[in-house]
């Protein structure tokens, strides 16, 4: 637990609070910063690592929060991630302002993708991140509509 | 299979983790979709890749990878290379194309990854 704040000290991540033997984290993430994509992600795993979560489960973790990271990134104008990590689970929210999804059960499906070329030439953008955070988490919630946004829930269970 | 033996096996030059060349990897993964490589890798998986970009190491991170092949000659970007070494992730750069390279590990016992990695989406 000491060595987890350490990380969080120096990397000046905002703590929301401490809730019992709980830890609430928040990142912004910034629309098109690709230089910082994928940060918060690599934080919350080596959080959780810290904190004896196994490499697997912390593995399932990381890919939630980095394929909605990457999601806010590309498509929304950026966003915020709210991660709780508990001594059984870790929960993940992630909103953003965006032009939302006119049809969220088409984007849940394997494949579809409406990423532009730019995007598809970084490695992204091939229709995989929604399908891969419900593959990886133990529970998956979305909210979205045209206009108002995407919300994603996740939670993980160790 | 031991990276050292990767590079051997590949004609392969180290640009950089020479301290992690003992490490052992047991599947490995061809992949320039970097959504697919965290769908369909186990941890400790090798990478056998075209794209150059950081996000190629931050996906390697994310999904526990052991190390990233860049085929046919390329060489990583300097952003990518420095994010190689914060985060501890060899790198190596073999002439041979994703195809060949691939076959040439699969040939010597290197086993693919497995279809999926998490829970199907079925379930």
Known sequence: MQMAWRLVRRWQVRVLKNEGTGLLLEFPLEHYRFETAGEASSKVKQVVRQLGVDAQTARRISVCAYEAELNAIIHAFGGRMKVRVFPDRTELEVTDEGPGIPDVEAAMREGFSTAPDNIRELGFGAGMGLPNMKRSADEFEIKSAPGAGTWIRMLVRY | ?123
Not at chain 2, 56 to 61: E, F, I, L, Q, Y
Not at chain 2, 86 to 94: C, H, V, Y
Request: with cysteine; glycine share 8%; charged share 20%.
């Open chain 2, 1 to 123: 299979m031991k990276l050292s033996e990767v590079q051997r096996l590949l004609g392969a030059t180290l640009i950089w983790g020479e301290h992690c060349l003992e490490r052992e990897v047991a599947t490995a993964c061809g992949a320039d979709l970097m959504s697919d490589v965290l769908a369909f890798t186990k941890d400790g998986a090798l990478l056998l890749t075209g794209l150059i970009n950081p996000q190629v190491v931050r996906t390697a991170d994310v999904g526990g990878l052991s190390a990233i092949v860049f085929v046919r000659g390329k060489t990583p970007s300097p952003e990518a290379a420095a994010m190689a070494r914060e985060l501890d992730i060899p790198l190596f750069s073999t002439p041979h194309t994703l195809f060949q390279a691939c076959g040439i590990l699969y040939a010597n016992g290197l086993a693919p990854c497995p279809p999926l990695a998490g829970k199907s989406l079925e379930e």
